[in-house]
């Protein structure tokens, strides 16, 4: 059997803050706010693949209410993610991601990200695609008040040949 989610996330740019995408630090001069380290990327993935097995959203797992994931990095929340996926008997056939961002240019951070994920996420780097689009200006991402990600996941069920 092979699922799909579809996951979202947003966060308001601002001063004083570090830019985490996809684990990864990008230099710049604005980073996202958030409870968590605020990776949009890493949490419209976990929404995406906690949707694939239906299992609810980042919001119901990592509550924004709780202090233990106060600043916490995301990755962290994503191997989670994965481990409710294998307590479940699903496996991770492929992720597909856009990053909506006018500023700053991620094009020559997409393979170190893509890198990232696939190890944090112990999967090939093959199955993992990351893209980067601007909004010509328009819109809150266009006028770099904010960065938003989509993602979508597919996994199948690992079936035991026990039963």
């Known amino acids: 059997m092979v699922r799909f989610g579809i996951g979202y996330d947003v966060h308001r740019l601002v001063e004083g803050r570090k830019l985490i995408l996809g684990n990864v630090e990008i230099d710049h001069h604005l980073g996202l706010l958030g409870h968590s380290d605020a990776d949009v990327l890493i949490h419209a993935i976990i929404d995406a693949m906690l949707g694939a097995a239906g299992l609810g959203d980042i919001g119901q797992h990592f509550p924004d209410s709780d202090q233990k994931y106060k600043d916490i990095n995301s990755a962290k929340l994503l191997i989670s993610a994965k481990n409710l996926l294998d307590e479940q008997g699903y496996k991770i056939g492929n992720i597909d991601t ?3 961002a006018q500023k ?3 094009s ?3 393979k170190k990200i893509r890198q990232r994920l696939a190890e944090i996420l112990n ?3 093959n199955f993992i695609n990351v893209k980067a689009k601007t909004e010509e200006g328009l819109g809150f991402t266009g ?3 904010g960065i938003a990600a989509y993602a979508i996941v597919g996994i199948s069920q ?3 040949s026990a039963f």
């Open 143 to 145: 006028s770099e008040e």
């Open 104 to 106: 700053p240019k991620l």
């Open 108 to 110: 020559p951070h997409i």
């Open 98 to 100: 856009i990053i909506i």
């Open 123 to 125: 999967v090939n780097e």
């Open 158 to 160: 690992i079936f035991n």
